[in-house]
């Protein structure tokens, strides 16, 4: 399998509760490297524009509220099919479907609030990445 980055956020229910080092041993530990990382404070503008895709759904707004009700943390994530590990590592979008170990099933607190963004797939890491980050911000 390739090495492949992908796009990661740690949501404002985890940083509020001072989880950002649990979650990213959580990486660590499975082989993922954080290449990037910086703390960000979301506009509303921001965050419309990021989850745009979502626009048509129910939950979209209050995702949007959520979003930039708190600080976050953009990662890159790098690694062998980093994108479905970081997949595999957040757990199911539902923290009450999430696999056991997985960082929703540990940290989440509801599906809105479900502490760690991931993409899902590799087309949708490279723009969301494009999105957070300049080519000079990732230093491996
Ligand atoms: P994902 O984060 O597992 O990829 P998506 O379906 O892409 O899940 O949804 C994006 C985000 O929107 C979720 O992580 C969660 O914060 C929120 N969300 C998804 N489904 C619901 C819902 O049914 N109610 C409230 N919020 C939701
Ligand atoms: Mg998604």
Redesign the pocket.
């Known amino acids: 399998m390739a090495v492949e980055r992908t796009l990661s956020i740690i949501k404002p229910d985890a940083t509020r509760r001072n989880l950002t080092g649990k979650i990213i041993d959580k990486f660590e530990s499975a082989g993922l490297r954080v290449v990037a990382q910086k703390r960000a404070r979301w506009s509303q503008a921001d965050a419309e524009k990021f ?1 745009a895709v ?1 626009a048509e759904r129910p ?1 979209y707004n ?2 949007v509220a ?1 979003m930039t009700s708190g600080p976050i943390v953009l990662q890159v994530l790098e690694g062998e099919g980093a994108v479905a590990k970081n997949r595999e590592v ?1 757990g199911a ?1 539902n923290p009450a479907d999430a696999a056991v170990g997985t960082i929703r099933k540990e940290f989440a607190e509801s ?4 502490s760690v ?2 993409s ?1 797939s590799a087309e949708n890491a490279a723009i969301e990445i494009a999105m957070c980050f300049s080519d000079g911000e990732i230093v491996g």
């Open positions: 989850y979502h939950f209050d995702l959520f957040m979008t599906i809105e609030a479900n963004h991931g899902d």
